[in-house]
């Protein structure tokens, strides 16, 4: 069993808090379903960030702050491992893209088509990594096969990429200027947002024999239409 379904609803703190309560259940719900069976049980979280250092699958996953509840839910999981269940853990990056759309790069890119400006919190000196989707199916498929009961595995491509970066592409593809903007435009993704957080997936290559193949996110984003 894979689980991968959030309701990404980012409107409010509110809504925020619902979707992480509805995928705590709901994933709660499936690994009682295979307590005692030995069946694998892969479920997803983001990865996690280490002030002053790029993150790797030895660090923890928050459990506190906007999103801690996935943190919380996603140990859950892994304590299965005692129970018969070959549970692991995939962390996606802060963009999971295809043809330029998707994670925190789309939804950049949205507020730009809304606002009229590409912009980025802060400095924009500030990293987010990312993954192609399909390389990300791919890691997907191999921790099902074989991953280890209780282990944790980075799906990441791109280490980090400037978020001033990303905003000068969109700018760019959409026709639009390239500026800070306030932390509050992004919501309760903010603080979030505006957090500085490569991550690592050397790990996960040697331990499973991944390969990322697929374009950068950079490259990507080059897919963005204007209209």
């Known amino acids: 069993m894979i689980h991968l379904a959030f309701a990404n609803d980012f409107s409010s703190a509110d809504a925020l ?11 709660a719900t ?6 005692g069976s030995d069946r694998p049980l892969v479920t997803v979280s983001g990865t996690p960030w280490v002030p002053g250092r790029v993150s790797t699958e030895a660090d923890p996953v928050p459990t506190d702050g ?4 996935r ?16 549970s692991t853990a995939v962390r996606l990056p ?8 998707g994670g925190f790069a789309g939804l950049l890119t949205g507020i730009a088509r809304r606002t009229g400006v590409s912009g980025y919190p802060g400095d924009g000196t500030q990293r987010w990594p990312a993954v192609h989707a399909l390389d990300a199916a791919v890691l997907f498929r191999l921790a099902l096969q074989g991953a280890p009961a209780g ?18 592409v969109i700018g760019r593809r959409l026709g639009l200027p390239v500026e800070a903007v306030p932390q509050e435009t992004y919501g309760p993704l903010g603080p979030i947002f505006a957090t500085d957080q490569p991550s690592s997936s050397a790990r996960t290559q040697e331990g499973l024999g991944w390969k990322p193949t697929h ?6 984003l080059e897919n963005i239409m204007e209209r």
């Open 17 to 27: 808090a619902r979707a992480v309560a509805e995928e705590s259940a709901a994933v």
């Open 30 to 35: 499936l690994g009682e379903a295979l307590v």
């Open 66 to 69: 906007p999103v801690g509840g």
């Open 71 to 86: 943190g919380r839910t996603v140990m859950g999981v892994l304590g299965l491992a005692a129970r018969g269940v070959r």
């Open 94 to 101: 802060r963009t999971v893209h295809n043809e330029g759309k």
């Open 151 to 168: 282990s944790v595995w980075h799906a990441v491509a791109d280490e980090g990429d400037a978020v001033r970066d990303i905003a000068a």
């Open 215 to 220: 374009p950068s996110l950079l490259e990507d």
